[in-house]
């Protein structure tokens, strides 16, 4: 059983995954929700304004925004990542100092904006028509009645998505190590591939793979969970109710019957 033993120690060195233990969980860890979440939030905003310059009826807008977002889902990530990084070098210098950390959280925040674009404009599109001409009868112009009903519930209809699309670039963010992160800075994967590189196993990379599965996995069942909620508008039944309790409400009171002594 050599070969058990072989991959035991390959996979599951559990001495190579508690020495890199701490470096997943105060550097990667930290690192990696800090890039997810900060492109995922620059994201949305972009993402926002892409969507609704796609439903505009100026086709001054509208172009702009679909060819934005043919490229940005067009290109591979990973060449994304480096175009941005290696092509911008110069003025993130001068601006954040040496480090291509939020070069990498740019070049993520422009593809999740394209996808997240097209996820806001199907929501926004699934919306009832009706719902604006409601808003203009009521005297609401355009602009209002898209940013206060029917916005609001493209997202609201949208939320599962969203969620998947942050799932995505968690595991997107694993690619940034590609500009050279320093030490501070490196996320999950480079953390673990560094550690594997040290130990000559893939102990530590697995940790880093079951961090990843921690942080998505969740994330899965709260997609579920918005789909079911908000989706299918499916709500929490209410507990049976008595016969009798019905009985009594359709009973008159005493002070309302007739005859009754005032």
């Not at 926002?48 to 043919?70: C, F, N």
């Not at 939320?159 to 190590?177: G, M, R, T």
Request: charged share 15%; glycine share 8%.
């Amino acid at each position: 059983m050599d070969w058990l033993d072989n991959l035991i120690k390959t996979f599951l060195d559990f001495e190579a995954m508690w020495l890199v233990l701490p470096q997943l969980l105060g550097v990667g860890l930290v690192n990696t929700l800090v890039i997810s979440l900060a492109a995922t939030a620059i994201g949305v905003v972009l993402g926002m304004i892409v969507a609704i310059m796609g439903i505009s009826p100026s086709k001054w807008l509208r172009v702009p925004a679909r060819v934005y977002t043919d490229i940005f889902r067009g290109l591979p990530a990973i060449l994304t990542i480096l175009l941005i990084g290696q092509g911008f070098a110069r003025i993130s210098q001068q601006i954040f100092g040496p480090s291509p950390y939020p070069l990498g959280i740019l070049a993520l925040s422009l593809i999740a904006s394209a996808y997240i674009g097209e996820i806001f404009r199907a929501g926004i599109q699934s919306v009832d028509r009706g719902q604006l001409e409601a808003c203009r009868a009521l005297g609401m112009s355009y602009g209002a009645a898209m940013r206060l009903v029917v916005v609001p519930q493209g997202i609201r209809r949208v939320l599962p998505a969203l969620v998947n699309q942050f799932i995505a670039i968690v595991k997107d963010s694993s690619l940034v190590y590609f500009l050279g992160l320093l030490v501070t800075e490196r996320e999950l994967f480079r953390v673990g591939q560094d550690a594997a590189v040290l130990t000559g196993n893939l102990s530590p990379l697995v940790l880093a793979g079951v961090f990843y599965l921690v942080i998505t996995v969740p994330l899965t069942h709260l997609v579920n969970y918005f789909d079911d909620r908000f989706r299918t508008g499916r709500r929490k039944p209410a507990p049976p109710k008595s016969g009798l309790d019905e009985l009594e409400e359709l009973t008159p009171t005493p002070a309302l019957t007739y005859g009754s002594n005032t």
